[in-house]
């Protein structure tokens, strides 16, 4: 899970960063004001790659994308853009649980039947 949800995160990383550029053209906002908000959020994002699979990391990514469809009042893509990177951030949790409930049962499964690693070197 955690590598599919990091992938979604660099990428909203960018997203935000771009849509900061945009909201820089806004004559009613200052540099101060957009730059605190996209910059808070850009760093969000890599803070959660550390953080997804730690209590409470898979919400506080939840919160991090309603923030970015909430973005699209300043930003009108974000709004779509918003959209697609929830709908991922539901596909890389999805997945990326059904990924490691699949790895955790094959490591079981190995295990018991007392095979060898098999990509570790061999001894001899």
Wanted: one cysteine or more; glycine letters at 10%.
């Amino acid at each position: 899970m955690r590598t599919l949800c990091s992938s979604t995160l660099i990428g909203e990383f960018f997203i935000v960063g771009f849509a900061g550029l945009v909201a820089m053209k806004d004559p009613d906002l200052s540099m101060t004001a957009v730059w605190s908000v996209s910059g808070s959020l850009m760093l969000l994002c890599l803070l959660l790659c550390g953080l997804v699979t730690r209590p409470g990391g898979v919400a506080l990514g939840w919160v991090l994308q309603a923030a970015l469809i909430v973005s699209g009042f300043v930003v009108p893509m974000m709004f779509f853009l918003g959209a697609v990177f929830a709908a991922l951030w539901w596909a890389s949790v999805h997945y990326g649980r059904k990924v490691d409930e699949a790895k955790a049962r094959f490591a079981a499964q190995a295990a018991g039947s007392g095979e060898a690693n098999p990509s570790s070197p061999d001894p001899a």
